[in-house]
C-alpha cells in the first residue's frame, strides 16, 4: 500500500511538477494513471519510487517513510521507466543485478534473479552481455520491465510500459501486470494508451497541471459517461435531425447521426430503429457505443 501526504515536487519555475497530492493507492489493485503530457504522471511516479525527493509531503510505503526510512522503503518498490535510468554502457545483466543490490538482495541473488528474469522476456544466451546502448527498442523495453521485477516488490510503478511493443508485447506486459496484482500487488500504470489502462485497471487516476482532478472506478464507467447510438438512415430528410434531438445530443458524421443518450436514457437500439421505420425512415444500420475511458478523458479536456 502507498499513501500520498500532500505531496508536492516542483521544478526551476515552480510552476511545472506535482502540487498537494493526496490519496492511498491499495494493496491489490490496479491504478492506471492519465493526463496530458506535462501533466506531472512521471514526476508522480518518479517521486513515489524514490528517484526525486519531495519538496514537501511525504510517501509512505507499506508503513515506510520514503525519505526517513529510505532502505525499507526501497525493498518494496519496483520501477519501470519510460526511458533508461541504469548505466547504458555496461552489460544489461550486470545493470540488473547491480539494481537488485540496491534493493536488499545478495550479489549471488541478484545475478540468479537477472537472469531468470531476462530469460523469461526473451533477453538471453549473449544478449545478457549486451549493453543498452545495443539494443532493439523492444529488447531495452523488456529489460525494463525485468529490472521492475527484481526485488519481487510489493508495489510495481510502470511509467508509459506499452511504449516500444507491438501487440503481442502489449499483451505480454497486461499479463504481467494481472498476475502481480493477482499475488497480492499493488500496480501503477501511466500510460497514454487509454484503451489498454480500462482493460486492466481497477482505478484511473486523470491528473492535470500537476493536480489530481478525478478518479474513476472502471467498473462503473459504463455509468458515468453517456452511450452514444450510431444510425445510418437512407432516407435522411430535414424533419429527421428534430426527431433524433428527442434521445439526446445530434451530430451528423458524413452519412452517419451520432446520438449522445442523455444520462439516464436507457433505451435500446431496437427501439430507436422501430420509431424510425413507424416514422417512415430506413434504417440501414445502427449500432450502440458504451462509454470509455476515452470518453470521460475527453470530456474533461473540454
Known amino acids: 500500500m502507498i499513501e500520498l501526504n500532500a505531496l508536492t515536487r516542483t521544478y526551476g519555475n515552480s510552476e511545472s511538477g506535482i502540487f498537494n497530492i493526496s490519496g492511498t493507492l491499495k494493496t491489490g489493485k490496479i491504478y492506471g494513471i492519465v493526463g496530458e503530457n506535462g501533466a506531472g504522471k512521471t514526476t508522480l511516479l518518479k517521486t513515489i519510487s524514490g528517484i526525486l525527493n519531495p519538496d514537501s509531503g511525504s510517501v509512505i510505503i507499506d508503513g515506510y517513510e520514503s525519505i526517513r526510512e529510505r532502505k ?104 504481467v501486470i494481472t498476475f502481480e496484482k493477482g499475488r497480492g500487488k499493488t500496480v501503477i500504470v501511466s500510460s497514454h494508451i487509454l484503451k489498454e489502462l480500462e ?50 445530443t445530434v451530430r451528423q458524421i458524413g452519412n452517419q447521426f451520432e446520438i449522445s443518450l442523455d444520462s439516464g436514457n436507457n433505451i435500446k437500439p431496437e427501439q430507436i430503429n422501430s420509431a424510425m421505420v413507424k416514422s417512415g425512415y430506413e434504417v440501414s444500420s445502427i449500432r450502440v457505443e458504451n462509454p470509455s475511458l476515452e470518453d470521460i478523458y475527453f470530456s474533461k479536456k473540454k
Do not use: C, H, W
Open 72 to 175: 525499507e522503503a526501497l525493498t518494496r518498490i519496483g520501477f519501470m521507466p519510460d526511458g533508461i535510468i541504469v548505466n547504458s554502457d555496461s552489460p544489461i545483466i550486470e545493470m540488473l543485478a547491480y539494481y537488485g543490490q540496491t534493493r536488499g538482495l545478495s550479489r549471488e541473488d541478484s545475478m540468479e534473479k537477472a537472469t531468470v528474469l531476462l530469460a523469461r522476456f526473451g533477453i538471453d544466451g549473449r544478449l545478457v552481455r549486451s549493453s543498452l546502448r545495443r539494443m532493439s527498442l523492444g529488447q531495452k523495453r523488456r529489460s525494463m520491465l525485468a529490472m521492475s521485477l527484481m526485488n519481487d516488490p510489493m508495489n510495481i510503478l510502470m511509467d508509459e510500459p506499452y511504449n516500444g511493443f507491438d501487440p503481442d508485447g502489449m499483451r505480454m506486459v497486461n499479463d
Open 199 to 248: 482493460s486492466i485497471a481497477d482505478e484511473v487516476i486523470f491528473i492535470s497541471n500537476g493536480k489530481i482532478n478525478d478518479q474513476v472506478d472502471v467498473k462503473n464507467i459504463s455509468k458515468t459517461g453517456k452511450r452514444k447510438v450510431y444510425l445510418i438512415i437512407s432516407n435522411a430528410d430535414a424533419d429527421l435531425l428534430g426527431l433524433l434531438e428527442g434521445y439526446g
